[in-house]
């Protein structure tokens, strides 16, 4: 599979942004049969560049603790969007029984940093305005994403800190994007073969971060964000930055969750075929339980 992966995926670094989002897009294959959830919802929310549109995916049966998941959808910031991902939040709707809000923000290199986290932020604010209607509590808003979108998902607790609100009750960062650093201990041993690569993620963030600021940087104040699920692939550029993202957090004094999966690459909780991700989403689902205080 990873031989399949690494040889099908486009040279993105040599590509704009358009013929990045085309290329990504023609590998998509159709999926004939999602999994069930109660009911599936497009709606438009206001945000600071105009409408955003959302996914809404109800369980089956809601209560007065069901959780509101917010998600923002990985693709290095530049591609992807709510049809990319509309097999994990299903399986998360379902798994974790939360109502779950997938975000289509705004993508670079047309809308650079901070647009797709500032989106993902006006997302939460909504959801915790409209829970109710969904038969969610909004006392239960978890915010999540993976790889980039956990970047903005981080991003998004640390703007609702820092602006008062809303309160966000946990954050589920699935190997995420953190910083533009590419001589970390993983970038160097795993800068390719191994489907996520050190060219790519280069690229991506020249797209969304010209000057390479990161607001998750080594001088950012991470304290006093919500208890965090995060999940490391150890076979993953990206997994020294997760890493440490994680000691920084729990040096601050926040609840960390972490699950290390060394065996395994880039982006494997979205490719339902595997079984460790079968695996991982249970966990997950536990984990949410666990970091909610149940």
């Not at 959302?54 to 209560?63: D, G, L, S």
């Not at 705004?106 to 932020?121: C, I, N």
């Not at 004094?253 to 880039?266: A, L, P, Q, S």
Request: aromatic letters at 8%.
């Amino acid at each position: 599979m990873l031989d399949t992966l690494n040889a099908g995926f486009p040279a993105v670094e040599l590509m704009d942004g358009a013929q990045a989002r085309a290329a990504v897009a023609a590998r998509r294959q159709p999926v004939e049969n999602p999994e069930a959830v109660g009911s599936v919802t497009n709606v438009e929310i206001p945000g600071p560049g105009g409408l955003i549109p959302v996914r809404i995916y109800r369980p089956a049966k809601t209560q007065s603790d069901t959780p509101v998941i917010v998600f923002a959808h990985g693709g290095g910031f530049v591609f992807c969007d709510l049809d990319s991902h509309d097999g994990i939040c299903r399986a998360l709707c379902n798994g974790a029984s939360a109502v779950v809000m997938s975000v289509d923000y705004r993508l670079a290199p047309e809308h650079q940093s901070p647009a797709a986290a500032e989106d993902v932020y006006a997302a939460l604010r909504w959801a915790a305005e409209h829970a109710a209607e969904f038969g969610a509590d909004p006392e239960r808003l978890i915010v999540a994403g993976d790889s980039a979108g956990g970047h903005l998902a981080a991003v998004a607790s640390l703007i609702s800190r820092d602006r008062g609100g809303p309160a966000v009750a946990a954050q589920v960062l699935i190997y995420p994007v953190i910083d533009a650093d590419f001589e970390t201990p993983s970038y160097r041993e795993f800068a390719e073969g191994w489907f996520n690569t050190r060219a790519a993620m280069t690229w991506y963030w020249a797209q969304y971060s010209p000057s390479g600021f990161s607001e998750l940087g080594p001088e950012a104040k991470v304290s006093g964000l919500p208890t965090t699920i995060l999940i490391t692939a150890g076979r993953d550029p990206l997994c020294s930055e997760g890493e440490d993202f994680g000691r920084r957090l729990t040096d601050s004094g926040v609840r960390v969750i972490h699950r290390h999966y060394e065996h395994i690459f880039h982006g494997f909780m979205t490719i339902a075929s595997l079984p460790i991700t079968t695996a991982a989403l249970q966990t997950l689902y536990s984990d949410i339980v666990l970091a909610l205080g149940e």
